[in-house]
């Protein structure tokens, strides 16, 4: 994948990937701010101001920004991550300076109204209730596990943010955050498409070079060292029909020997019907209802990340069966991992997914300028997204029980099982006669 990178005077970092294919052209702009980095009292305040990105500006008030992309044929969005924030556009090519200059227009300021904050922290409350207060099991094997596995509260917090934290946000609280997270030199833009890399490189020195930029925002240390000894959470589900587990280990950092193959194990373990857990414990003992995990795993792919992460897995579990019953079992299948099980056929299928998944991810030209975008902004070189497929099938089953005996270990893993709230008295089942 061709791949031209330059960085303006004022910190912005353009990739640009040419592809003629289509007259098309997909854009990411990712900026360094996520769950992580939010201020203390201020949980969900990255997620809110994703939300406030889309409430207009004074050039372009409330409705602007999706009404001209949209009504050139294109889509667009937004998500927020442990360590990043990012945008996309899809559009005809014919629509890029157009998309550019929206995106120039509210790096540079926003729209910070008393009335909009209001409404987005009623709209960032409901997504609230809706995907963890009022859904079976909640997202506990997100927000649960790593509440428990991390030991700092950046990682440790979680992301959707309490109601609490959300009502005391301000309107100085949102602009000091603009200004400390959203400048240029917080950012990458990638543009892949139907444009060459000198075209686009000049197009995004008109909107943006004139942009300033920012003094550093503060990075705290994140770093995590692994657990030394095993943590365990109980909980009950008013809501969950069937009991569940989680099981979180702290796993190797980006760039070191073992992220690529700890990301192979993920997926030989937990990534689809093939996966040993699922042959192994839905299939074969039939401890399990179903399982899914996997390697940074279930916000972001095995790939995306920065700071620390983990290996997650997540199975409901049958009724008569417990959560240590389904612990002894993944741990058997860790253990004999660690011995060296993983045959070549087995690593080879696996190996095989993983890159046959990579490439139906960089498909599209949305798609590819994440991609492209979010190795920039980790890696400092967009570049190393090719380097990949190599790196995946170059993993070998010693690679893989090096990874499960340093990592998966009972000392380094985190625990939490949610049941089935009791029946209150008034619901119960009336006695027999």
Known sequence: MPTAVRTLPNGLTVVVSEDHSTPTFGLCIAYRIGFRLEPKGRTGF?????????????????????????????????????????????????????????????????????????????????????????????????????????DRWENAHDGYGSFADLDAARVADVKGFFESYYGPNNAVLAIVGDITPDEAFAKVEKYFGALPARPAPPKPDVSEKANTKERTLSQTDALANVPAVAVGWKMPAR????????????NLLAGGEASR??????????????????????????????????????????PDTTAKEVVAAIDAEIAAIAKGSVGAAELERTKTKMVSDLYGQLELPLDRSVVLCLAQLFDGNAATVNDLPGRIAAVTSADLARV??????????????????????????????
Do not use: C
């Open 277 to 318: 857990l699922y042959q192994g414990l839905v299939k074969g003992r039939e401890l399990l209802l179903g399982i899914e995990g996997g390697h940074n795993w279930p916000l972001d792919d095995a790939f995306t990340y920065e700071g620390p992460t983990l290996l997650s897995l997540f199975g409901l579990y049958k």
């Open 255 to 266: 760039g070191t020997k073992d992220d690529i193959p700890a990301a192979v194990l993920g």
């Open 46 to 150: 990255a997620h809110l101001f994703e939300h406030m990105m889309f409430q207009g500006t004074p050039n372009a008030p409330k409705g602007t920004y999706d009404r001209v992309i949209e009504g050139g044929g294109g889509i667009n969005n937004g998500s927020t991550r442990y360590d990043y924030t990012n945008y996309i556009v899809s559009a005809p090519v014919s629509a890029l300076e157009a998309v550019l200059w929206l995106e120039a227009d509210r790096m540079k300021t926003l729209d910070f109204s008393e009335k909009n904050l209001a409404n987005q922290k009623e709209v960032v409350k409901e997504e609230i209730r809706v995907n963890v207060q009022n859904r079976p099991y909640g997202l506990f094997f997100w927000t649960d596990v790593a509440g428990t596995a991390f």
């Open 404 to 433: 499960a005996s340093t990592y998966l270990t009972a000392a380094n893993r985190t625990v939490v099982d949610r049941r089935p709230a009791p029946a209150k008295p008034s619901e119960a089942a009336p006695a027999g006669k």
